[in-house]
């Protein structure tokens, strides 16, 4: 399969993600405040299965680090936006919590792939 | 009024998180992927977190969002350039249209 040939199925899954996440009719299960906050948590989950794509097929290890790096990112994104419909405000308190272990679990995974010890 | 400009702040933070992935897929090297995504997605989970600010206003949520994003800020640069130097120390390439290579020339003054 040719370079142009996997750049037109790449363009065409994507755009079709995001035209189902903004244009289909909610289902019933996301029964929320206002169909904007639920629109926007299924557009965030689309940029996460995005990032796992990348921690599936990442060729070397460097390249999963930085998708789970990221990855953690959008969760405290993902709590900020849950919230405002569920009206449960720890949610926050949770986003904070992981965005200090992400980024403590990010630096103890760059020490080990440089090959370092960790007391260094 | 508040919530039409936290909207608008969601709605611009969410673009910035899309794009950031897109790049992530996209871009060709480990060190193009980082410098994509790291400042986009930094940029957008602090629009969406400042868009929590402006629903919420001055009370305990408001300004824990607020502390998230000054230590989002603070932390996403400081493990974005320790990817980097970890990946450059163990020895991943760099793609072969790269036209410049400064680290590496660093490297190999310092030796």
Known sequence: MDKRMRWS?????????????????????????????????????LSAIM?????????????????????GILIVGFCAVLCLPTGRDW????????????????????????GKEFDE | MNETIGAGLIVIGLAFDF???LGLIRFPDVYNRLQAAAKCITLGTSG?????????????????ALLCMAFILLTAPVSAHALARAAYRSGVKPWEGTVIDQYGEDIEKRK
């Open chain 1, 51 to 71: 990032c796992l794509y990348r921690v599936l097929r990442g060729p070397t290890a460097p390249d999963r680090a930085v998708a789970i790096d990221m990855l």
């Open chain 2, 48 to 64: 969406i977190l400042l868009g929590l600010f402006c629903y919420k206003g001055f009370t305990a949520t408001g300004i824990k």
């Open chain 1, 9 to 45: 199925i790449g363009f065409i899954v994507i755009a079709a993600a995001a035209a189902v996440v903004i244009f289909c009719p909610l289902p019933s299960m996301i029964r929320w405040q206002s169909p904007f906050l639920a629109r926007t948590f299924l557009w965030l989950l």
């Open chain 1, 91 to 114: 949610y926050i308190d949770i986003g904070i919590a992981w965005a200090l272990q992400s980024f403590i679990g990010i630096m103890a995974l760059a020490k080990f792939l440089e």
């Open chain 2, 19 to 21: 794009f950031g992935c």
